[in-house]
């Protein structure tokens, strides 16, 4: 579904930070991109997303080239960071918002709500307060739930977990899990080695830039990459 070509990206000239000579990624995987900080993790997703453009090299979905083309962005579904939100809006109006873009009524909207009861509750979808003002771990649900509204084919997060309370993070574990099982193609960072190695059948461990290990995850991986970051 992704498949990436002699991909670079220097913020500032002579400084590669992203260095991906070939990599593809199959409808349905589920991989799980972790390396320590700076390591290029953002700035592969947001390459991915056609949000930055790359200094060479290319990136593809399904086959075009995700800077010349639209056709992705319907079955794409993402959350980086809090820049997606739309501050000025409620969590309502948000949903109801993105909810138009995929065709979906304020009916539609709800059900798909009431199917993320567990994760955002109903203070969430009910709340005055707008989406500038939430807690960083209410953005991050908000921001979530509005990636997954339509059922995207593809769904790709930053530091999904990150400010998560437990029973959120456990909720979205299950969630795409499920999602996985049914076809979703997933792609998420996340310096949370347990909760990314339960939820990704495929590990990518980027070190300034390179990708230094792509392996299946199994029993083993988890205990090993915890060795790796101890050192
Ligand atoms: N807009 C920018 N301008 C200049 N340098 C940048 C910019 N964005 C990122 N970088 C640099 O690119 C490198 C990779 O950053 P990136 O955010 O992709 O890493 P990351 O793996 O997501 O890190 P983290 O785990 O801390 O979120 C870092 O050295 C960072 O300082």
Do not use: C
Request: aromatic share 8%; glycine share 8%; charged share 25%.
């Amino acid at each position: 579904m992704i498949e990436l070509h002699n991909l670079k990206k220097a913020y500032e000239a002579g400084k590669l930070v992203l260095d991906i000579p070939a990599l593809s990624i199959a409808t349905g995987e589920s991989i799980g991109l972790i390396g320590n900080n700076g390591a290029g993790k953002t700035t592969l997703l947001s390459l991915i997303l056609d949000l930055i453009a790359p200094t060479t090299g290319e990136v593809r979905s399904k086959g075009q080239l995700v800077v010349r083309s639209e056709h992705w962005k319907p079955y794409t579904g993402s959350y980086l960071h809090e820049g997606f939100l739309i501050g000025y809006l409620t969590p309502a109006e948000y949903f109801r918002f993105v909810g138009k873009l995929h065709g979906l009524n304020a009916a539609d909207v709800r059900t798909f709500l009431e199917s993320s009861a567990g994760f955002s509750d109903e203070v969430l979808f009910e709340t005055r307060k707008l989406n500038r003002d939430l807690s960083k771990g209410n953005k991050t649900k908000v921001g979530v739930i509005a990636a997954m509204l339509g059922r995207p084919e593809l769904l790709i997060f930053d530091e999904p977990f990150a400010n998560l309370d437990p029973t959120s993070q456990a909720w979205l574990k299950r969630r795409l899990r499920q999602l996985h099982a049914e076809g979703t193609t997933l792609i998420l960072s996340s310096h949370d080695l347990k909760h990314i190695t339960e939820v990704s059948q495929r590990i990518l461990l980027l070190e300034r830039g390179r990708v230094v290990q792509d392996v299946p995850t199994t029993e083993e991986t988890l205990p090993a990459l915890e060795h790796y970051f101890a050192v």
